[in-house]
């Protein structure tokens, strides 16, 4: 017999429609659900270092600046080498 275990739930209420909308963007760019994006968004504010500041391609990954800008950037945060012609 399997031992049954629910994880605790958050409900959060009032939340303006626009947020909502760009909540379920950012969820779709990264493939998952609202609920999952949600839990990541949580877990990466409540799990940030104090005081540390997020690096040019950290910053450039969480926002929406610019979202139908394809940049060659994904999540391994892994940077290539180029030749910039000096």
Known sequence: MLAQFSMP???????PQSLLQ???RRAAKHGVSAEEEHRRILRDALTAKRGSTPSLME????????????????????LE???IGF
């Open 9 to 15: 739930q958050l409900l959060v209420r009032d939340v």
């Open 22 to 24: 760009k909540l379920k």
């Open 59 to 78: 910053f450039l990954l969480s926002t929406e600046v610019a979202p139908k800008l394809k940049l060659p950037l994904d999540r391994s945060r892994k």
């Open 81 to 83: 080498p180029r030749d």
